[in-house]
């Protein structure tokens, strides 16, 4: 069943209270928001015009009350149907002044004159505005400082609600139902990069609003890497196919992928398959509230990869909801604290033979007791075209 599109203000309300209760605890006055998964958890401003590099976008959550938006005109109208009410604009692009003075202004208005303003500068954000206009902005807030936000906005977004967490296994289904039709599309002969346009195809007919992310490979019992896109040779028997799809669905990403043999798989083919298979259990056995992500990927490691060496993929799966990958990363390293709400990929890779490997993804929440599956887990036998 669909769920509904959008959130309800409540929603945004608790988002946004959540914040403001951990900026009071870090002496924070505002927090500056200028990326779009950070403007969209607060607004729910959700548009593709964000491809455009052309212009600056900017929201601010005060200390007291609810966010500010300081926008370009193009963007008033969709911000109007909105929560937020509170909506600056100038017509951009502005040569001379894009956004900075009416955002020094707003920033001005809502916070002390040496208040703490927060903007995110940890791993996995960036500031979306030029250099100079961060130095501009900088130099007209003083005695203001825009300092550390804490990582707030990442540890809210860590746990999802159960309205984003539905969004999420929509989009997953809509996967599943793709993948599930890839035989009937795909055949040996056909240029890898018509298989991918065939199984974009599939994902738009069966619901997705786009498909921003399709990676995958195909190659004789394995293949090199899955990142580098398609070319136009074409797949053939004995092959390996693997897809990976970052489809959205009401803003929100799902983020697996499906391997397929070109006929009958070889037995190494098929013995790294049910090895990759076996590790996304082991992962899904030990993602129970108290655990680490750590141990998510020790338990994921010691199938796939029993000598113990460093992965050359990094990393064993990672976040995901607004965006196609988000934090935390499945590594050693990473000692985060499993608890429910939390949505995750888990991604084993295992090596074939000398320059061939088998990648694997599924996606997963985790829940007060054992964890949900939100992809339908692929079972150890290989899939078949």
Known sequence: MQPPRGFPVQEFQRRTRAAQALMAQHDLAALLLTTEPEIRYYTGFLTRFWESPTRPWFAIVPAQGDPIAVIPTIGAHLMGQSWITDIRTWAAPDYTDDGIGLLTDALSEVTPQKARIGIADQMESHVRMPLADLR????????????????????????????????ICHAANIANRAFDRVPDRVSAGLPLSEVFRRFQMLCLEHGADWVPYLAGAA?????????????????????????????????????????????????????????????TQAALDAA?????????????????????????????GHGLGLQLTEWPSIIPQDHTVLVPGMVLTLEPSVTVSPGKILVHEENIVIRDGAPEALSNFQTRDMRVI
């Open 136 to 167: 501009r902005l900088e130099s007209a807030l003083m005695p203001r400082r825009l300092v550390s936000d804490a990582a707030i906005t990442r540890r809210l977004r860590l746990v999802k609600s159960d309205a984003e967490i539905d969004k």
């Open 219 to 279: 190659g004789q019992g394995g293949y090199a890497d899955v990142i580098s896109p398609a070319t136009d040779a074409p797949i053939a028997k004995g092959d390996v196919l693997m897809l990976d799809t970052g489809l959205m669905w009401d803003g929100y990403f799902c983020d697996f992928d499906r391997n397929y043999s070109l006929g009958p798989p070889t037995p190494e083919v098929q013995s790294a398959h049910a090895r990759v298979i076996d590790a």
């Open 288 to 316: 129970t509230p108290g655990r680490t992500i750590a141990d998510l990927f020790h338990a994921m490691n010691r199938v796939v990869n029993s000598g113990g060496d460093v992965m050359e993929a990094g990393r064993l």
